[in-house]
């Protein structure tokens, strides 16, 4: 389960948000060291056990005016069976230097083809139903297939074994800009068939471009350690700092942009300040050991119910 979560943290996050509208034509790249590929693809492919498994994931942005971080745990029995507790804290601050916090606490129940997210709302829990989302979840818990595995090596710029012992490996992993945006583009009409025809405007235009820009002109990489034993993940450890910080740069410089001082200033932000990164856990827990969801949660009101209230 573990391992279809790596795959969907390191690509799939970058192309849900972005694969629905744009189109580019990849460059080739060279392959990596094949002794280091064939000890990725061992970790990648070789099955794991116990299905049983916790994780945490902790996902931090800073700039100067804001702080966030979101922090989960995710467990599951089975691989229809999914649950995730956490929260998402906020931290802004003013000119003054005056700081204002918010604290999102939310849990996400996923079983078969259903899947619930409670959050609270000041003091008020609610919750709404995501059916759709849950093939995604049902995803992200299958064993990996071969032809998963040729896809994610196919995105590879080069991989590097950092350190090994009989029981660990510790992997670099730095992917290709120019390929990740190759599957975007095949990937284009998949991810927009359910959507409404629309005609992309200038400004989205201008800031895929942007994003094209940063994203093959940065490094992404992540530093992946697995357990050689059960072949399960240790940690994981992406960054995505340089990512933000050369698509901020690339629309600072764009010759064509006429940028507030608001705007400009929140880029100057992005492009010198910024800093995202995430980290992955694993967790090692009792055999009978599941998130538990609060029975006060499950009696969340539905968010159709309060919209439906709202109406006159």
């Keep these: 389960m573990l391992k279809k979560y790596l795959r969907k943290l390191t690509h799939s996050a970058l192309a849900a948000v972005f694969c629905g509208t744009m189109a580019f034509s990849g460059t080739a790249a060279a392959a990596p060291d094949e002794a280091d590929l064939a000890a990725f693809q061992e970790a990648m492919l070789t099955p794991s056990k116990p299905d049983h498994r916790i994780f945490r994931e ?141 005609k992309t405007s200038e400004e989205a235009e201008r800031f895929f471009q942007y994003f094209r820009q940063g994203l093959t002109e940065s490094n992404i990489q992540y530093i992946w350690t697995i357990d050689k034993q059960d072949w399960q993940t240790i940690t994981l450890a992406v960054n995505l700092s340089d990512f933000v910080q050369t698509t901020a740069k690339a629309a600072l410089m764009d010759p064509g942009a006429n940028w507030s001082p608001q705007i400009r200033e929140l880029l100057e932000s992005l492009a010198y300040y910024s800093d995202l990164k995430a980290y992955t856990t694993f967790l090692d827990p009792k055999e009978s050991s599941l998130i538990e969801i609060p029975k006060e949660v499950r009696k969340a009101k539905s968010m159709d119910k309060i919209f439906s209230n709202g109406k006159k």
Aim: proline share 5%.
């Design 58 to 198: 902790q996902v931090i942005f800073f700039m100067p005016a804001l702080k966030a971080d979101l922090d989960f745990q995710v467990g599951t029995k089975k691989k229809d069976e999914l649950r995730v507790a956490g929260s998402l804290d906020i931290v802004f601050t003013n000119e003054k230097g005056i700081t204002t916090p918010m604290r999102c606490p939310f849990y996400v129940d996923q079983s078969q083809k259903d899947l619930t997210l409670y959050f609270q709302m000041g003091e008020e829990w609610c919750k709404f139903s995501a059916p759709t989302v849950s093939a995604t979840a049902v995803d992200i818990a299958a064993n990996p297939e071969p032809e998963e595995l040729e896809t994610e090596a196919a995105m590879l710029k080069d991989v590097k074994i950092l350190t090994e012992s009989d029981t660990q490996r510790t992997m670099l992993v730095t992917l290709d800009g120019n390929r990740l945006l190759d599957w975007l583009s095949q990937h284009k009409e998949d991810a927009s068939k359910d959507l409404p025809e629309k």
